[in-house]
């Protein structure tokens, strides 16, 4: 039997807009003259060589760290800014790359945790909880603690736990870089289809391009600031998004080679 949980009624969808940011810490720049934008419901990727600010930029989307200056905002899809038309911050979950897991609630209550901060009552807190794992393929695994649970299912929870509360913004840090190969396709593919059903936007660290290309309608590829005058990205249009069975295709494989080409620059 297939259940529905209805969305909250005030979902909306937001874009992300990021003009000319720039983010120091202390004397060190970071981030410079960084400009992009990602639709609403749609997704970026950023890869890029270790060090170069991939997490620091997330942290500043997440408004957990202050930047010296530019614009990040977050705007509905007609255009107009999140804020003043709805009159809040957009929802927005953020998956660090150790899962962030609390280890002393299984996994049934890590889940609940959002729905209880946002004071949902009792009975829609089973059953959102109960539809999560069903589509985590996690049912009957709710009383284990994380300790007790794989690499690819602790990931799944923590993605759970990030969808649950029904984010209009997730942000993704690196999420399947302790899994698999397997399991990092089947997690690619649960992210596609859990965006497909929830419609949220998505900023996604990588440092795979195989996974940039399948999961970002965009591509930014950043490397280290130099004091020199070069821009510190590349922003690529990604035809590739969500294709499966492209990895033979030449012109596929020519993206996969320029973004390579710009990560050893
Ligand atoms: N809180 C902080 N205080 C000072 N410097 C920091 C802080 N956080 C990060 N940095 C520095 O900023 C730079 C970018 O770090 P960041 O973690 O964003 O890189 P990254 O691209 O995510 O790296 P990785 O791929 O290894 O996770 C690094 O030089 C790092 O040492």
Sequence with gaps: MTRTVSSTADQYQTGIHVRSL?????????????SFSVCAGKSLSVIGKSGCGKST????????????SGVVEFVTPQGKSFIEEYGRMPRLSYVLQEYGLFP???????????????KMDKERIQEHVALMLQELDLSGLEKRYPCELSGGQ?????????????PEIIL???????????NRENLQNLIL??????QFTFVLVTHSVGEAVYLGGNILSLSKFSSE?????????????????????????????????????
């Excluded at 720039?22 to 960084?34: I, R």
């Design 22 to 34: 720039c983010k120091t810490f202390g004397e060190q720049p970071v981030l410079n003259e960084l």
């Design 57 to 68: 930029l997330l942290s500043v989307l997440a408004q957990l760290q202050e930047y010296q």
């Design 104 to 118: 002393w609630k299984n996994a049934r209550e890590n889940l609940m945790l959002p729905l209880q901060i946002a």
């Design 154 to 166: 602790k990931q799944r929870l923590a993605l759970g736990r990030a969808l649950i509360s029904k």
């Design 172 to 182: 993704l840090d690196e999420p399947l870089s302790s899994v698999d190969a397997i």
């Design 193 to 198: 289809s859990l965006w497909k059903k929830y």
């Design 229 to 265: 005058d070069v821009s510190q990205y590349t922003l690529y249009d990604n035809p590739y998004f969500a294709e499966e069975n492209i990895r033979d295709k030449k012109e596929y494989f020519e993206l996969c080679k320029i973004i390579h080409h710009s990560l050893q620059e």
